[in-house]
Structures are given as C-alpha cells and as structure tokens.
C-alpha cells in the first residue's frame, strides 16, 4: 500500500465549503479521477483518507492537508494534476509527496495566519497588537457545543504583526474572495502565528483578543486566510515545511516503501519531489 | 430602464460570515455552467422554490438547465429561496435575489421558470419575486419584468396563484421551454412589438402556455364556479399538456450537477421511464403523466455510464414512479451490478411496487455493497380500501415479498400507507397494525431471529387535481388525528410484536393547507398573498410551518366571500361542477375520471392498460400519444477497459 500527502487550498468563494462538504468533493473527484483507493473494510467500505487539523468553514487556506493510501503505486506528480484537475477551481492541489514517516499530524504544530481587517486603520491596529502582545493573559469567550467556554487567547500566539497591504496581495493571491473588496479605504493586515494547542485559539479567538485589550472593532467581518502550517521553530517562531522529513526520507536511504516504489518503476527520488506549487 | 447585469456577489459575499451553510449561496457546483451575458438573446433563470439541498438535485430544474445552456444564443441560470437569515440580511442591505451561476439578479432575465413538486412552495414563490424586486401581482409588472412561468406537477392547478403568474406550462418541460424561448426571441428581436401583453398573447396563442390573465373565472351564487372563459381572441378554451415521447431521444440530464453543499439526494439519477398506468386513484403523478414512455436499457446503460464520469457519484438511482415495473427491470439492474462491482457503485430503485419486486433484483441491487431498507407502499390496510385506491397489492403479495426478504438477510422493512381516503372507516385504517404485526411474525418465523423490524410510515391522504379523487372530500385534521392516534395505540399495546414495529406519522395539518391550495381557485391568492406578507415562509418544512397562521389569514381574506376552507377541503364535489383546472388538459376524460371515481365506490378495481386493452382513460386519443415500452431484449454488455 503506497501512502501518499497532500497540500490544498480553499480559496476564494469555495472558503465557504465546511470540512463535511470537502470530504464528500474529495472522495469524488478521487472517484473521477480512477485513483486507485484502498478502502476500509466493514460493510460499507470507505476510502482511506486522513484529514488533518482543517480550517474553520468561512476561512481560506493555503495550507490544508491530508493523507491517502491507495492500493497501485501512482506518482504523486501525475496523482497531483489528476486531482487538482477533478476539483473545482479554489480547491486547488498544490503538492504531493510519497509518506515516508508517521506520525503526520505531530507534524503540525502551528499555523500562520492573515487576517485582513477592512475599515480598520493600519495604525489602529498596531496600537491594539502592541497592547495585545504586553499582556501575558488575555481571556475571551466562545460559543462552543458544550456551552460558552473561556480561555486564554494569548498563550498560543507565538509571533503576531502588521504587514504591507502589497506583500499580503502577493501571498494570497487571492484566496480571500473577491479582490475588490479590498480596494478601497483603510484597511490593516495581520500576520499571526498561532500554535495548535487545547482548546484550539482560532485567529477569531485572536480577534476577540485584540478587542479585549485594545477594543479593535473592525466594522465588517474579518477575512481570514491560513497561509501554512507545520513544525514551529522554537528559535524563530517560524513554520517550516511539514513534507521536510518525506523529502529528506526519500532522497537518503531507501525505506521500506520507498523501496516497493522503486520496485513499481518509479525512482524514489522523484516520488518524493515538491509537485510544483501554484 | 436600464439595468446593468452585475454579479452581486461581491455584496453578498460581505453577508456571507453571517449566515447558516454559506456554501449553498456561492455555486460553483461540478457541471454547473456560466455563458456569457451579452452571448445570450434569452435568457432564463430557473428556480426550485425550496432550499438548495432540496432544489439543487431536482431533476425537472437540471434537465432544463441544461436543454436551454445546450442551445445557442440561450442561457439558464438556477436560483433557489434563500433562508430567512439570508434574507433578512438580504433586505436589510439590499442585495436582490440572485443565481448561483454567476451571481446576477433575477429581475435581469427574460424568463423567471419556477418548478413546483409541491402547492407548499408558493410562498416561497412570493418571496422570490419580491426579494428580486419584480412585482408580485403579474397585472403591475412592466416590459423589463421577466415573464414568470410556472410548470411541476403542481402547476396542473395553478389557480390559487394565477395572480402572481404571467404563464404556466403543464406536462413535460424540454419542448416547451424551446418553444417558449422560441417566441420570447422573436418578440425581442422584432424590439418588442405591444409590449408584455403581445409577448403573452404570442405564447398564449401557441396553445401549450396557459396565460391566466387571458381567462375569466365566473361564479355562481353558491360560490361554485360557473365557468372559465377566454377574454381574449386567438386564446385556446383549453390549454393542454406537453409530452416528450422517445426518452431515448432525450438523455438528459448529461452532466448532472455535483453539488458542494449536502443535499438530500447524493446520486446519479436516471429516470427509467415516465408516466404510470398503474391506475392508483390517490395518485397524481400517475395520471398527470400517462402514458408510459421507457427508456430503453442501452439507453439507460449510456446515460448512467456518462453520468458516472461526469459526476463520481457512487450510487444510482433509477427514477421512475414505479422502477420495478420497466419491462426490462431484471436486466437492467443485474447488467449495471456488473458492470459496477469493482467500482463499488450502490443500485437504488426508490419506488418498488410489492408484486413487482422479485429477490433476484433484491439481490443485484444490494451486490455492490449497500443493503438498506427495503420499501413498500401498500398505501391501505384492508382489501377492501385497497380496491377503493385501486391499489391491487393482496396482503399475500405483501407477506410473501417480505418472507423472502427477511429470509435473505434483510432486517429491516419500511411500509407507507395514507389515512383519510374516502370511504375509510377506522377499521381500515387498524388493519395496518394487524399488517405490520403478520409482517414481523412472518418476518420472526423465517429469519429466526427476533431483531427484524418493520416501520410504518403513514401521512393524510389530500386528493389531487386531475384524479378520480378530485371529487372526494378530504378526511378533516381531527378526525385524521384521531384515527391516527388510535393506530398508533393498536401497535404500542401489542405485547408481542408491538416492540418491533416502527410508527412515524404525520399530522393532519399540513395536509389541510395542501388540500386548500391543490383544489383552490383564484380566489385564494389573496389568501397565499396574506401568508406570506404575515411571514409564510418555507410551508413544507415543519419548523417554519403554521397552521394557525394559514387559517387566520384564510379566515381574514376569505371573509367577503362565500366560501371557507372548508369548502374547499371537506367538501364533496358533485358531477356538474365546474372545476378550477378544467380548462388545463391533462387528456384525461372527464367522465372517465368521474366513472372510476365511482367505480372506486363500488371497490371495482381498473387493470393497467400495459398488460390488458385500452379502458380509455382518454389521453393517448387527445394528446397523440401512445404507449411506449419494451422489451427491447437488448443486455448491457461489460465495458470495456480503457485505463491510462
């Protein structure tokens, strides 16, 4: 059984897809696109797809990720286009690398998110961020299943600024909807990075923090765009690349798997190569 | 006027965070198609007027979409009602109801097409015409309004909202919708010679397209009507249905639409054949649609393989309004089983006649993986209102199909029966807790297990426009209350059997607000008017439903005339009377209808005119139709492997 990682968006108008409604499009378009799955066994069989850590619905994301195990060898290049071609446009598939390690989900440890605050001055809000990171506590509320919960927004916030309005465009591109709504008047854009704890702090968490200490009260509803996530560099408190070990894995001794890869004629090297980002 | 065609989604959009399941609003859908505005010279949007998860995979709105996208120079868009949390946002800000194509506002087509399965979507009717800024009244609308259409089965008796309409089709849509936009394009193209009044005199006097303001209602003292009469020459006195013949010649729907957003049916579905014979007398579809047309197997065969790489659907849903009667039923289900093993594709037939199924189709279809329930629809509980309905399943068919289904693995049946049909006493309706209880005994002796269980599934008969039942009168909400309680007390004190027989039922309210509207006249569009203005919203859905509000308003706009909901539900109608839907032709006989309507008094039961001659049910003769159906004796051969 050869596993296979994947990078894929929500961008634009298809942010609005929850998690359920992506899971039911995935297994499709793995249906239109002849993958061979492996499926689970029992009586009504089920693809074999791990989802991982996905963002809220509502929210665009650069940076999504799951896991497949199919039953043929397939090169995760060629499984990349297929896929990507077989979803809708905004549901894009960025990578694919051959698994080559476990424990994925250890892998990501935190997320960078972006969050673009339309009719907030740029100013303003650094007065709030400034406010925000003095404090070591900052509590808000949420709405959860089990009642209204509070909890500390602050702890998991590794790194939180403002950026350019122009460096935000460019890494985007586009994955907060419709580009005129940025266009006109004040806007301010910020770039946070956020580790994965429990309960999760959600950039909307962040929001609420920001209000609590620095009454930030954007005029319309924040877009929120998660722009990677991975294993958090303690030392910088950046993000790096989660397919990193399956990259190494594959280009130093031959494992296991990538030696049945190899077997299936396909060099373990390439398996293992970034299938072209967007 | 003047209005520029712009997507309003950068608008709605900003209201999106605040809504309740976002994705339905954005479209997107696999399949779905964006033309070019200005490419187009008509241009249609069509709406389902329920929610998206239910609109989305109507069948009627996707053949549609996609006959008119497949022509030049004709785009269709869809539109569905939005919520009452989108819409009051909508309101609040402005934004007017929209397509989910590309976003553009309703009041921008030429042709607004509203499909109604059901009278509790006219509400919903309302809110969309308002919320896209047309009129609601058709009298006030003007040159730019698009010309609203109404079709669906409950369009055979558009009366209670002929205000609110400017045209309506019966029958079959692909046709008609061409030769609609046949004429709108004409019109246009001449620039629009007298206007929105010559537009519809030119679609009225084709013959297919009731226009109701053409039409005159006139009644008696005693509030009957005493006739419906054209007031406009060149008008037909009667307007009659459409009907496709050769569904082989009409594949559709090609590609059909893969939702985002959940939605009530996840499936490929390919309608077997249309029309049915069978000759039920609660049944409107049946006789609204006769005669029967089968697709032929390789035709199915096609359109289910073509579907299935379109789409990446994993199960087929072969739709008809009563699968297991296809001649070639048996082949059909066992040649796509094979085809399909590896894929791991369920088969679904989701009308299933009790003495047409069989184990070896049972079989096939539970091969691939899926067993669910098993289905019925006995309908009524004794013999002797079963051949009041004309429902000609004998309790032995019934028992001996769930035997063999019980002895084959199956744990699980579901039966559908109604209340309320005329002539029913309460001991018709407490032989269904007898029924159920033989089932699960029969069900207990050749399983050997005592898990097995049978749920009864039971709702308030409504009669129906164009039925042998059209002249009944409805069972009242009490008394099918009543009758219902008193079943569902039969089963629960059961020592023996009770524990496994399943009651859901349905109470007999919404089904007062059907009957009013099915068999209601003009005169209740300022009841449907008064609904919806006092918050009618979503009538079919339980949670926004209000009896006490239809019946308030009813009382208040009825309050001048003569007539009451009652008199338009309970009561019985007599031969002489002019009904509302008259002048809409069906091709069924009057008078053939009204002698199975006493027939079914004396418990005389009709054969199907498959399988016995001609009893001259009148539509064949009118609409120059004919029977169409196999066997072809044609198999569904493996496909071949092409594998990159």
Same mark, same amino acid.
């Given at each position: 059984?050869?596993?296979?990682?994947?990078?894929?968006?929500?961008?634009?108008?298809?942010?609005?897809?929850?998690?359920?409604?992506?899971?039911?499009?995935?297994?499709?378009?793995?249906?239109?696109?002849?993958?061979?799955?492996?499926?689970?066994?029992?009586?009504?069989?089920?693809?074999?797809?791990?989802?991982?850590?996905?963002?809220?619905?509502?929210?665009?994301?650069?940076?999504?990720?799951?896991?497949?195990?199919?039953?043929?060898?397939?090169?995760?290049?060629?499984?990349?286009?297929?896929?990507?071609?077989?979803?809708?446009?905004?549901?894009?598939?960025?990578?694919?690398?051959?698994?080559?390690?476990?424990?994925?989900?250890?892998?990501?440890?935190?997320?960078?998110?972006?969050?673009?605050?339309?009719?907030?001055?740029?100013?303003?809000?650094?007065?709030?961020?400034?406010?925000?990171?003095?404090?070591?506590?900052?509590?808000?509320?949420?709405?959860?299943?089990?009642?209204?919960?509070?909890?500390?927004?602050?702890?998991?916030?590794?790194?939180?600024?403002?950026?350019?309005?122009?460096?935000?465009?460019?890494?985007?591109?586009?994955?907060?909807?419709?580009?005129?709504?940025?266009?006109?008047?004040?806007?301010?854009?910020?770039?946070?990075?956020?580790?994965?704890?429990?309960?999760?702090?959600?950039?909307?968490?962040?929001?609420?923090?920001?209000?609590?200490?620095?009454?930030?009260?954007?005029?319309?509803?924040?877009?929120?765009?998660?722009?990677?996530?991975?294993?958090?560099?303690?030392?910088?408190?950046?993000?790096?690349?989660?397919?990193?070990?399956?990259?190494?894995?594959?280009?130093?001794?031959?494992?296991?798997?990538?030696?049945?890869?190899?077997?299936?004629?396909?060099?373990?090297?390439?398996?293992?190569?970034?299938?072209?980002?967007? | 006027?003047?209005?520029?065609?712009? &997507? =309003?989604? %950068?608008? *709605? $959009? #900003? +209201?999106?965070?605040?809504?309740?399941? @976002?994705?339905?609003? !954005?479209?997107?859908?696999?399949?779905?198609?964006?033309?070019?505005?200005?490419?187009?010279?008509?241009?249609?949007?069509?709406?389902?007027?329920?929610?998206?998860?239910?609109?989305?995979?109507?069948?009627?709105?996707?053949?549609?979409?996609?006959?008119?996208?497949?022509?030049?120079?004709?785009?269709?868009?869809?539109?569905? &009602? =939005?919520? %009452?949390? *989108? $819409? #009051? +946002?909508?309101?609040?800000?402005?934004? @007017?109801?929209?397509? !989910?194509?590309?976003?553009?506002?309703?009041?921008?087509?030429?042709?607004?097409?509203?499909?109604?399965?059901?009278?509790?979507?006219?509400?919903?009717?309302?809110?969309?015409?308002?919320?896209?800024?047309?009129?609601?009244?058709?009298?006030?609308?003007?040159?730019?309004?698009?010309?609203?259409?109404?079709?669906?089965?409950?369009?055979?008796? %558009?009366?209670?909202? #002929?205000?609110?309409?400017?045209?309506?089709?019966?029958?079959?849509?692909?046709?008609?919708?061409?030769?609609?936009?046949?004429?709108?394009?004409?019109?246009?193209?001449?620039?629009?010679?007298?206007?929105?009044?010559?537009?519809?005199?030119?679609?009225?006097?084709?013959?297919?397209?009731?226009?109701?303001?053409?039409?005159?209602?006139?009644?008696?003292?005693?509030?009957?009507?005493?006739?419906?009469?054209?007031?406009?020459?060149?008008?037909?006195?009667?307007?009659?249905?459409?009907?496709?013949?050769?569904?082989?010649?009409?594949?559709?729907?090609?590609?059909?639409?893969?939702?985002?957003?959940?939605?009530?049916?996840?499936?490929?579905?390919?309608?077997?054949?249309?029309?049915?014979?069978?000759?039920?007398?609660?049944?409107?579809?049946?006789?609204?649609?006769?005669?029967?047309?089968?697709?032929?197997?390789?035709?199915?065969?096609?359109?289910?393989?073509?579907?299935?790489?379109?789409?990446?659907?994993?199960?087929?849903?072969?739709?008809?309004?009563?699968?297991?009667?296809?001649?070639?039923?048996?082949?059909?289900?066992?040649?796509?089983?094979?085809?399909?093993?590896?894929?791991?594709?369920?088969?679904?037939?989701?009308?299933?006649?009790?003495?047409?199924?069989?184990?070896?189709?049972?079989?096939?279809?539970?091969?691939?993986?899926?067993?669910?329930?098993?289905?019925?629809?006995?309908?009524?509980?004794?013999?002797?209102?079963?051949?009041?309905?004309?429902?000609?399943?004998?309790?032995?068919?019934?028992?001996?199909?769930?035997?063999?289904?019980?002895?084959?693995?199956?744990?699980?049946?579901?039966?559908?029966?109604?209340?309320?049909?005329?002539?029913?006493?309460?001991?018709?309706?407490?032989?269904?807790?007898?029924?159920?209880?033989?089932?699960?005994?029969?069900?207990?002796?050749?399983?050997?297990?005592?898990?097995?269980?049978?749920?009864?599934?039971?709702?308030?008969?409504?009669?129906?426009?164009?039925?042998?039942?059209?002249?009944?009168?409805?069972?009242?909400?009490?008394?099918?209350?009543?009758?219902?309680?008193?079943?569902?007390?039969?089963?629960?004190?059961?020592?023996?059997?009770?524990?496994?027989?399943?009651?859901?039922?349905?109470?007999?309210?919404?089904?007062?607000?059907?009957?009013?509207?099915?068999?209601?006249?003009?005169?209740?569009?300022?009841?449907?008017?008064?609904?919806?203005?006092?918050?009618?919203?979503?009538?079919?859905?339980?949670?926004?439903?209000?009896?006490?509000?239809?019946?308030?308003?009813?009382?208040?706009?009825?309050?001048?005339?003569?007539?009451?909901?009652?008199?338009?539900?309970?009561?019985?109608?007599?031969?002489?009377?002019?009904?509302?839907?008259?002048?809409?032709?069906?091709?069924?006989?009057?008078?053939?209808?009204?002698?199975?309507?006493?027939?079914?008094?004396?418990?005389?039961?009709?054969?199907?005119?498959?399988?016995?001659?001609?009893?001259?049910?009148?539509?064949?003769?009118?609409?120059?139709?004919?029977?169409?159906?196999?066997?072809?004796?044609?198999?569904?051969?493996?496909?071949?492997?092409?594998?990159?």
């Amino acid at each position: 059984m050869q596993r296979i990682r994947l990078r894929y968006t929500k961008r634009g108008r298809l942010r609005f897809t929850s998690h359920r409604d992506f899971q039911r499009a995935f297994e499709r378009a793995l249906r239109r696109a002849e993958v061979p799955m492996a499926y689970s066994a029992g009586f009504t069989p089920h693809p074999k797809v791990s989802y991982a850590n996905a963002a809220p619905t509502g929210v665009g994301s650069e940076a999504e990720y799951l896991e497949i195990a199919l039953t043929a060898h397939r090169d995760p290049l060629t499984l990349r286009a297929l896929l990507d071609e077989s979803l809708p446009p905004g549901l894009d598939v960025l990578e694919a690398v051959e698994v080559h390690t476990s424990g994925f989900a250890d892998q990501l440890q935190a997320s960078v998110w972006q969050v673009r605050l339309d009719g907030v001055p740029r100013e303003e809000a650094d007065v709030a961020v400034e406010k925000f990171l003095a404090q070591e506590h900052v509590e808000v509320r949420r709405m959860t299943k089990n009642g209204e919960r509070a909890f500390d927004a602050r702890g998991a916030v590794v790194a939180l600024e403002t950026v350019d309005g122009q460096v935000a465009d460019a890494v985007t591109g586009g994955a907060e909807g419709t580009p005129d709504r940025s266009g006109a008047g004040a806007c301010a854009i910020l770039r946070l990075v956020v580790r994965h704890l429990t309960p999760a702090v959600r950039p909307d968490d962040v929001l609420s923090g920001l209000r609590a200490a620095a009454d930030l009260a954007p005029p319309v509803p924040a877009a929120v765009t998660r722009l990677a996530q991975g294993p958090l560099d303690e030392v910088t408190g950046t993000v790096t690349d989660p397919f990193g070990p399956d990259r190494d894995a594959a280009t130093a001794v031959p494992s296991t798997t990538a030696g049945l890869s190899a077997a299936a004629g396909v060099p373990p090297a390439r398996g293992g190569t970034q299938a072209g980002t967007a | 006027m003047i209005m520029p065609v712009e &997507s =309003v989604f %950068p608008r *709605l $959009e #900003a +209201l999106l965070p605040h809504v309740q399941k @976002p994705i339905q609003y !954005v479209g997107g859908e696999l399949n779905s198609t964006v033309k070019d505005w200005d490419s187009a010279d008509v241009r249609w949007a069509l709406m389902y007027p329920d929610a998206y998860e239910v609109g989305l995979p109507n069948q009627g709105v996707m053949i549609l979409y996609e006959v008119l996208n497949e022509r030049e120079g004709v785009l269709a868009e869809r539109t569905y &009602s =939005v919520w %009452p949390d *989108l $819409e #009051a +946002l909508m309101r609040e800000h402005g934004v @007017p109801q929209f397509t !989910v194509d590309a976003h553009r506002p309703v009041k921008a087509f030429d042709v607004f097409g509203v499909s109604f399965s059901t009278e509790l979507g006219y509400t919903n009717l309302l809110t969309a015409l308002d919320l896209s800024g047309i009129p609601l009244e058709a009298r006030d609308r003007g040159l730019d309004d698009p010309i609203v259409v109404a079709g669906g089965h409950a369009a055979f008796n %558009p009366e209670p909202i #002929a205000d609110f309409l400017d045209c309506v089709v019966v029958g079959d849509g692909e046709q008609a919708v061409l030769e609609i936009t046949d004429v709108v394009r004409a019109w246009k193209a001449e620039g629009r010679p007298g206007g929105r009044e010559e537009a519809l005199l030119r679609l009225a006097r084709t013959g297919g397209v009731y226009v109701p303001r053409f039409y005159d209602v006139e009644y008696l003292p005693d509030g009957r009507i005493s006739r419906v009469v054209p007031n406009t020459p060149g008008v037909p006195w009667r307007v009659s249905k459409h009907t496709v013949m050769d569904l082989d010649e009409w594949p559709y729907p090609k590609q059909p639409l893969v939702p985002l957003a959940e939605t009530v049916h996840e499936r490929m579905s390919v309608e077997i054949f249309r029309g049915c014979t069978r000759g039920c007398r609660f049944c409107q579809a049946g006789m609204i649609t006769r005669p029967v047309r089968e697709r032929s197997i390789t035709g199915i065969g096609d359109m289910v393989e073509k579907g299935l790489n379109a789409t990446g659907f994993e199960e087929v849903g072969l739709l008809s309004l009563s699968s297991a009667d296809h001649s070639e039923i048996g082949d059909i289900a066992k040649g796509l089983a094979d085809r399909y093993e590896e894929d791991k594709i369920g088969l679904s037939l989701p009308s299933t006649r009790v003495d047409a199924f069989n184990i070896d189709l049972a079989n096939e279809l539970t091969r691939n993986g899926r067993r669910s329930g098993l289905t019925f629809a006995p309908e009524g509980g004794s013999e002797r209102i079963r051949k009041v309905i004309n429902k000609m399943v004998s309790e032995e068919d019934l028992i001996r199909t769930v035997a063999t289904a019980y002895g084959n693995g199956w744990r699980q049946v579901k039966l559908y029966f109604m209340c309320g049909l005329p002539t029913e006493t309460d001991e018709d309706v407490l032989q269904i807790a007898e029924m159920a209880k033989r089932v699960i005994q029969k069900g207990r002796e050749v399983s050997g297990r005592s898990d097995i269980r049978c749920t009864v599934s039971i709702g308030g008969f409504v009669p129906k426009p164009h039925t042998p039942f059209q002249w009944a009168p409805q069972l009242g909400a009490e008394e099918t209350d009543a009758r219902l309680e008193k079943l569902r007390d039969a089963i629960r004190e059961d020592k023996k059997y009770g524990r496994s027989i399943g009651f859901r039922y349905h109470d007999g309210k919404p089904g007062i607000v059907e009957g009013l509207l099915s068999r209601g006249d003009r005169r209740l569009g300022q009841v449907v008017r008064a609904v919806y203005e006092d918050g009618g919203r979503f009538d079919g859905w339980r949670e926004h439903f209000s009896f006490e509000r239809w019946m308030r308003c009813a009382d208040k706009a009825l309050a001048d005339e003569i007539v009451d909901v009652d008199w338009y539900t309970t009561r019985e109608r007599t031969y002489e009377e002019v009904l509302p839907w008259d002048h809409l032709d069906s091709g069924l006989d009057k008078d053939w209808l009204w002698e199975d309507w006493q027939d079914s008094l004396e418990e005389v039961e009709v054969e199907d005119c498959r399988w016995t001659p001609c009893f001259d049910c009148g539509v064949c003769p009118a609409m120059q139709t004919e029977i169409q159906v196999g066997p072809t004796g044609k198999k569904l051969l493996p496909l071949t492997v092409v594998n990159g």
